[in-house]
């Protein structure tokens, strides 16, 4: 006989709840597994009881996590994000953690009720950049001094061209938040300017948007795009629950 596999308690998100409710059925590498509800007042814990171990960030992983979230966004208007990964011993633990929480839950539930996070990139296309750069007399300047040059006497040249081009691409992103962003929050309860991810991307924001606002603020991100499709590329992410906006630590005082 194996030894007997064994179960821990997978934490999704919270949620404000009146009563136990079940959200279906989600599966877990490979295995189907019942969504469930631990509760403590009137929040509660979206879980699944899976394997005890660690659960790493692949594809299939994460897109199990935000499938089971979804499921229970369609049916809950108040919904606090959990991050990937969160596997507890027990349900009693979960219920700790959750009484632990509940000040913070409570503080959020009417922030965040009846909102949903939505979140934009604008990335700049390479021929639309390059065009900017090649328009610029000082950077093409910079660039033909290079050309020629081995590569130990361009170095320093290298450099500058490096900080003019990010300088460029910096009044660049200016523009578009600006152009974008601006009308956007106008429509948004909250919004956040995040890091850019790669060289390219000129906007990084999320918004935290009022259900029954989505479809103006999704019109009005259409307007936009179709200003701008010429220079950059639109990725256009959501409906997610306020993750950039909710700063939840999972742990327990012991």
Known sequence: MGQEEQMGIYIFCGIQ?????????????????????????????????????????????????????????????????????NVFHSKEDVGVLLENLYPQFEKLFPEIKGKVELGLKVIGRKEWLQSQVNGNAKMEKMAKAIQGKTEAASYYDRIQLGGAAQKMVSSLSHEVKQDVMEPLRELAVASKSNEPTSEKMLLNASFLVERDK??????????????????VEFSYSGPWPAYNFVNIRLTVDV
């Open 17 to 85: 709840i009146k009563s136990d409710e079940n959200f279906g059925i989600i599966e877990v590498e490979g295995e189907k597994r019942e969504l469930f509800t631990i509760r403590y007042k009137d929040a509660a814990m979206v879980a699944a009881e899976v394997p005890m171990k660690i659960y790493h960030p692949k594809k299939d992983n994460l897109m199990m996590h935000q499938n089971a979230v979804s499921q229970v966004m369609k049916r809950n208007d108040t919904v606090i994000p959990v991050s990937f990964g």
């Open 214 to 231: 989505e479809a103006e603020f999704d019109q009005k991100v259409n307007e936009a795009h179709d200003k701008w499709k010429d220079k």
